[in-house]
Nanobody, 122 residues
Framework: QVQLVESGGGLVQAGGSLRLSCAAS????????MGWFRQAAGKEREFVAA????????YYRNSVKDRFTISRDNAKNTVYLQMNSLKPEDTAVYYC???????????????WGQGTQVTISS
């Protein structure tokens, strides 16, 4: 069992920044690739970013490239999502998740956090 808890969400104006954190417990964190997903009201959950177990490889959906940065600190069992130049279309509940192999597909992730709300005003 891997338990994941997201934090850092909130309400910010367009153009602002937020840093999300995801703290893991229950199993060895460093063996998992990690991902961030988001789900806007009335829409399906979508891939945002992923990071390999070593932290050396990162992947992003095109709409957040050059604005968001995923990172991890295995010593702290934590993965981060730095979000800059935020847009109203970034508004969603953001979830972190773990997988045995890096992936952009929801179905490939084994464990999920409960999510943190991010709201961007225009």
């Amino acid at each position: 069992q891997v338990q994941l808890v997201e934090s850092g969400g909130g309400l910010v104006q367009a153009g602002g920044s937020l840093r999300l954190s995801c703290a893991a417990s229950g199993r060895a964190f460093s063996i998992y690739a990690m991902g961030w997903f988001r789900q806007a009201a009335g829409k399906e959950r979508e891939f945002v970013a992923a990071i390999s177990w070593s932290g050396d490889n990162t992947y992003y959906r095109n709409s957040v490239k050059d604005r968001f940065t995923i990172s991890r600190d295995n010593a702290k069992n934590t993965v981060y999502l730095q979000m800059n130049s935020l847009k109203p279309e970034d508004t969603a509940v953001y979830y972190c998740a773990s997988t045995s192999i890096v992936s952009s597909r929801v179905k490939d992730y084994d464990f999920w956090g409960q999510g943190t709300q991010v709201t961007i005003s225009s």
